[in-house]
């Protein structure tokens, strides 16, 4: 009983296409990172405030 085994074509469009997409999954995960933990992100700031406000009313209705 024989396995198949596949060779890893060597074309370079395959090798541009695989690096590619590392390339772009990288690029995503980076900006992705440095987009939600700016400083600068008015949707952060809104979550954090309104975190914060729920926060203080949960607080002040068990005191």
């Known amino acids: 009983?024989?396995?198949p085994v596949y060779d890893f074509?060597?074309?370079?469009?395959l090798l541009l296409g695989f690096f590619?997409?590392?390339v772009a999954l990288a690029t995503l995960f980076i900006?992705?990172?440095?987009?939600f933990n700016s400083p600068l992100n008015?949707?952060?700031?809104?979550?954090?405030?309104?975190?914060?406000?729920e926060f203080k009313k949960v607080s002040s209705q068990l005191s």
């Open 42 to 53: 008015r949707d952060r700031k809104f979550v954090k405030n309104s975190l914060e406000i």
């Open 20 to 22: 590619g997409i590392l």
């Open 31 to 35: 900006t992705y990172n440095k987009y």
């Open 1 to 3: 009983m024989d396995i």
């Open 9 to 13: 074509p060597n074309s370079p469009i």
